[in-house]
T-cell receptor, first 113, second 112 residues
């Protein structure tokens, strides 16, 4: 399968713990995006990488959130000191060009208890 | 700030009927994307509309874009149960125009 891969698929954590998610984009795609989706809403943009450079961050991305994409390959999204409001589906997407369609991974569903 | 509005948000259809979903956006954009999402699943790309007047068709779905009116439509012809899903439109936005700004989605339920 050469699609966008995300791990883990599900994560349950206690409030205050740190969590890290991984995204492996389609191999030839140099653009990588993170989105967050809550129930009944459309995905909300969090951050964007072109190769290894993080070029844009949403205001939604508080100081507790950090994302990296070392060597322009896979990416990680870390949430520190999780809060119940962080419970959501975290989606990763990649594209080859900004005018081409972005392909989404299956997402990581985070539940903070 | 770019806003993307879809209507209706919920649509209950009978099999065989036709209907249209509307997507309005608040600032100028020369392209628009449609995605489908099944419950508990990720988003599947349906259409990329790259210019004013663009029309794309795939099976029973047809999407069009009017950049002057800032409006896209997704037309469903002779609905079948398999089309039941949530449909999102998205427009490039954000500081660099690379983020996709999504509407809230239209949840379509097709029954016999």
């Amino acid at each position: 399968d050469t699609g966008v891969s995300q791990n883990p698929r599900h994560k349950i954590t206690k409030r205050g713990q740190n969590v890290t998610f991984r995204c492996d984009p389609i191999s030839e795609h140099n653009r990588l995006y993170w989105y967050r989706q809550t129930l009944g809403q459309g995905p909300e943009f969090l951050t964007y990488f072109q190769n290894e450079a993080q070029l844009e961050k949403s205001r939604l991305l508080s100081d507790r959130f950090s994302a990296e994409r070392p060597k322009g390959s896979f990416s990680t999204l870390e949430i520190q000191r999780t809060e119940q409001g962080d419970s959501a589906m975290y989606l990763c997407a990649s594209s080859f060009h900004d005018r081409r369609r972005a392909f989404f991974g299956q997402g990581t569903r985070l539940t903070v208890v | 700030e770019l806003k993307v509005e879809q209507n209706p948000l919920f649509l209950s259809m009978q099999e065989g009927k036709n209907y249209t979903i509307y997507c309005n956006y608040s600032t100028t954009s020369d392209r628009l994307y449609w995605y489908r999402q099944d419950p508990g699943k990720s988003l599947e790309s349906l259409f990329v509309l790259l210019s004013n007047g663009a029309v794309k068709q795939e099976g029973r779905l047809m999407a069009s874009l009017d950049t002057k009116a800032r409006l896209s439509t997704l037309h469903i012809t002779a609905a079948v149960h398999d089309l039941s899903a949530t449909y999102f439109c998205a427009v490039p936005g954000g500081q660099a125009g690379t983020a996709l700004i999504f509407g809230k989605g239209t949840t379509l339920s097709v029954s016999s």
